[in-house]
């Protein structure tokens, strides 16, 4: 009697359908024009993991997609993803953390990035990134200069079309992206 109370364009329709090999969560959500969380809120799903052969309950709108505006997000910036990107390094480079950019992109938190792909980025107030130059000391490595910067090696190697296995010579000169807010100490000398 209640259902009936309810106005059919109100109404969830919701399709069964059967893992297939290739399937993943965001795939299927795309595919049903919902969303990851409401697959996983419909079938107590704790993580993205799903296997080929699999019974799913995907909720499905009533109406075409056309129909629900696109809530808009009103802070933030989109990121292109380049050569070298990854979630870590984009999560330092605008200074929010990579659980931030899964939620805000429904992406798996080991996900791999493609080439032009957008990222929704929300940078977090405090962040200020700034483009230096850092001339390699002896002693330095990819590694021991990203970890003084709060960056990873990929972003440097890919800031400056490098080998991220290449060694690095005492004077060459290396571009870095620094949220200073991260690394407020190691801009001092530099």
């Known amino acids: 009697a209640a259902l009936s109370a309810v106005d059919p364009d109100q109404r969830v329709a919701w399709a069964r359908i059967q893992v297939r090999s290739g399937d993943t969560l965001s795939t299927l959500a795309r595919r049903h024009g919902t969303d990851i969380a409401s697959i996983r809120r419909s079938n107590q799903l704790r993580g993205d993991r799903i296997r080929v052969g699999q019974a799913l309950l995907i909720p499905k709108s009533s109406a075409h997609p056309a129909h629900y505006p696109i ?13 070298g990107d990854s979630l870590w390094s984009v999560s330092r480079q605008y200074g929010v953390t990579v659980s931030q950019l899964v939620r805000w992109n429904e992406l798996h938190p080991k996900a791999t990035l493609r080439l032009g792909q957008q990222l929704f980025v929300s940078p ?3 962040s200020i990134v700034r483009r230096v ?6 002693g330095d490595s990819l590694y021991t200069i990203a970890k003084r910067f709060h960056t990873s090696t990929d972003a440097i190697a890919s800031w400056n079309a490098l080998n991220p296995q290449a060694y690095l010579r005492p004077g060459q ?5 620094v949220n200073v807010t ?3 100490n190691a801009m001092v000398g530099q």
């Not at 130059?133 to 002896?138: G, I, T």
């Not at 000169?173 to 992206?177: A, G, K, Q, V, W």
Request: proline residues 7%.
């Open 182 to 184: 991260q690394a407020p």
């Open 71 to 83: 809530p808009r997000r009103s802070a933030g910036k989109t990121h292109t993803v380049v050569a």
């Open 173 to 177: 000169t290396l571009r870095l992206e």
């Open 133 to 138: 130059r850092y001339r390699v000391r002896s």
């Open 124 to 126: 977090s107030k405090r």
